[in-house]
């Protein structure tokens, strides 16, 4: 995969779970380079509304908004403000990974791989940056960032290292801090950098991804119009479980009427599971590595709240 390419995960996957159909209406909530909205309206003739925090990822989709002339609009913003953008929808998917463009583009600091300013911010210029965490956080806080949203073992060694560092000459780039990173801690897996659980959790907490997450499942289930599906991609432990338990939350009774015979409708289960949780196949894999850690959760939403 050559630098700047995107990669949709599990398209075909995802695809078939949307099932897109004429005169239907779906809601792309992380666009990215369009992968996936350029393969819903080519399979159907519908409708999508795409949406995306970072303005590079607009500006690129205006290609194809001329190329569908009509049948699709961006919008600039977070996906967790979908209730403000659009009516019910006939599915919906959320690509929870970092693009392609973002992950390949040096001069955003999402990467270790290549050198960059430490920055992180999908919406571009907005709010702190990764640099201003690092450099300025106290030391528990660095403790709590990492172990929470990166579940990184080494925490406590890594912060003290970077205020130790920090206090000679602050960290700039991404390349000053995963060589640190590396200096003082070893990587659990072979295959994985030192540095891979702190860039993660930087870029969770930069980003306020979990909020976001959250926030945009519920509003995704205020969306869906009956027999509409949900599908998600999540590339870490944290933003799986999270999924894996809202949708299952939603495919239950409330526990309230638990072993009553009668369950109101407002209690009563908003989404059904679809299938089982996918993983991306060895020949996707090996064209596109990213896909290694993706896994994919669909859930339909009930036609009426349905009493048990």
């Known amino acids: ?38 393969a819903i309206l080519e399979a159907a003739d519908c409708r999508v509304l795409g949406i995306d925090r970072d303005p590079d990822a607009i500006a690129r989709g205006q290609a194809l908004v001329q190329r569908f002339a009509g049948r699709l609009t961006l919008s600039l913003g977070e996906f967790s403000h979908m209730d403000a953008l659009s009516g019910p929808s006939d599915g919906i998917v959320l690509d929870l990974g970092v693009s392609s463009f973002q992950f390949d583009t040096p001069a955003r600091g999402f990467s270790f791989r290549t050198d960059g300013p430490l920055d992180m911010r999908m919406s571009k210029g907005e709010g702190p940056s990764a640099a201003d965490v690092v450099n300025g956080a106290p030391e528990a806080e660095l403790v709590r960032i990492f172990r929470e949203f990166g579940e990184e073992r080494h925490a406590p060694r890594i912060a003290r290292a970077i205020v130790a560092d920090r206090a000679v000459k602050p960290f700039e780039r991404t390349g000053e801090l995963a060589e640190m ?21 930087l870029r969770i907490y930069v980003n306020g991804e ?76 090996e064209r596109n590595p990213r896909a290694r850690s993706a896994r994919l959760r669909v859930a339909e939403r009930n036609p009426v709240d349905l009493a048990a």
Not at 16 to 26: I, S
């Open 1 to 38: 995969m050559s630098a700047g390419q995107h990669v949709p995960v599990m398209l075909r996957e995802v695809i078939a779970a949307l099932a897109p159909r004429d005169g239907a209406y779906y809601i792309d909530g992380t666009f990215g380079g369009g992968g996936y909205a350029t």
């Open 210 to 285: 979990l909020d976001e997450l959250e926030n945009a499942l519920d509003q995704s289930l205020a969306r869906l119009a009956p027999c509409g599906r949900l599908a998600v991609i999540s590339f870490h432990s944290l933003e799986d479980r999270m999924v894996k338990q809202f949708m299952r939350r939603h495919a239950s009774p409330d526990p309230v009427y638990a072993g009553l015979p009668f369950v109101p409708a407002h209690a009563a289960p908003k989404l059904k599971l679809v299938g089982k949780r996918v993983t991306a196949g060895e020949s996707e894999i």
């Open 181 to 201: 990173i590396a200096r003082v801690a070893r990587s659990r897996e072979r295959s994985k950098h030192p540095a891979t659980r702190v860039f993660q959790a």
